[in-house]
């Protein structure tokens, strides 16, 4: 097995503190009773340092349900997923006047909303730590952004209005 250190995976923080919904690129911190969620700093691959954020208003979640999406480079969006189902909390009213934030500081200011979970056991049954996320893109980052970022990824802007 390659070193952490010669991993495609390597120049990106993963926080072991947090799970991760490893197709969609997104983590999920808990702390008493309310989930924060946010993108993954590898999500900087298929997006631009200074995105447009997009928030979508809803008061319950399902997992998988888009809290936000976000246009980086090429009018390439990504769809921000919830890994918990629950109720809305808040969005992260920072990434309004500062989208940077997103994903120059992924796992500080850049998260996205905050979600009282219906079932927290529930959901993070299906999500992954820190280890093994960063082995996920250790398997698909070398075959392509593409594979890699699938599922976070929605056609381009200019391709969803044809």
Same mark, same amino acid.
């Given at each position: 097995?390659?070193?952490?250190?010669?991993?495609?995976?390597?120049?990106?923080?993963?926080?072991?503190?947090?799970?991760?919904?490893?197709?969609?690129?997104?983590?999920?911190?808990?702390? @008493?009773?309310?989930?924060?969620?946010?993108?993954?700093?590898?999500?900087?691959?298929?997006?631009?340092?200074?995105?447009?954020?997009?928030?979508?208003?809803?008061?319950?979640?399902?997992?998988?349900?888009?809290?936000?999406?976000?246009?980086?480079?090429?009018?390439?969006?990504?769809?921000?997923?919830?890994?918990?189902?629950?109720?809305?909390?808040?969005?992260?009213?920072?990434?309004?006047?500062?989208?940077?934030? &997103?994903?120059?500081?992924?796992?500080?200011?850049?998260?996205?909303?905050?979600?009282?979970?219906?079932?927290? @056991?529930?959901?993070?049954?299906?999500?992954?730590?820190?280890?093994?996320?960063?082995?996920? &893109?250790?398997?698909?980052?070398?075959?392509?952004?593409?594979?890699?970022?699938?599922?976070?990824?929605?056609?381009?802007?200019?391709?969803?209005?044809?």
């Amino acid at each position: 097995m390659a070193s952490i250190a010669n991993a495609a995976s390597a120049r990106f923080a993963l926080p072991s503190d947090r799970l991760y919904l490893t197709d969609r690129h997104v983590w999920v911190q808990r702390e @008493d009773a309310i989930a924060t969620v946010g993108v993954t700093a590898p999500l900087r691959e298929a997006l631009d340092f200074a995105p447009e954020i997009e928030f979508w208003v809803v008061d319950r979640v399902e997992v998988g349900d888009t809290l936000a999406t976000v246009e980086g480079r090429d009018g390439q969006v990504a769809a921000v997923a919830a890994p918990v189902a629950g109720s809305l909390l808040e969005l992260n009213e920072v990434l309004e006047r500062a989208p940077q934030a &997103l994903l120059s500081q992924p796992y500080r200011h850049g998260w996205v909303a905050r979600i009282a979970p219906d079932n927290w @056991d529930r959901d993070a049954a299906h999500l992954v730590g820190a280890k093994r996320y960063r082995e996920a &893109l250790d398997r698909e980052l070398p075959v392509g952004r593409d594979l890699c970022f699938g599922g976070a990824l929605l056609a381009p802007r200019d391709q969803q209005a044809r």
